[in-house]
């Protein structure tokens, strides 16, 4: 058992050894969520990362381009 996991039961003074344990495997529950999310969002991140620089080793991309000049085509004609 972490160490700060144990203070944190202690800090909700359970009456009994099973409410001790129902507290216990709240936080510990809690405290994997929390791992798992930050692992998720440093995945995006590095995923991000990886997707940004080979990007920008290929230059523009040629329908990525005609996307944006037909939207602006379609914007400019809903203007007038």
Do not use: C, H
């Not at 001790?20 to 510990?28: G, M, Y």
Request: proline residues 2%; without cysteine.
């Amino acid at each position: 058992m972490r160490t700060s996991l144990l203070y944190k039961v202690r800090e909700r003074m359970p009456k009994n050894l099973d409410s001790a344990l129902r507290i216990a495997l709240q936080l510990e529950v809690w405290t994997k969520d929390v791992d798992r999310v930050r692992q998720d969002l440093q995945k995006d991140r590095r995923t991000r990362a990886v997707a940004k620089a080979e990007a920008k080793k290929q230059g523009p991309n040629r329908n990525s381009v005609r996307t944006n000049y037909r939207t602006r085509e379609t914007i400019g004609r809903s203007k007038e």
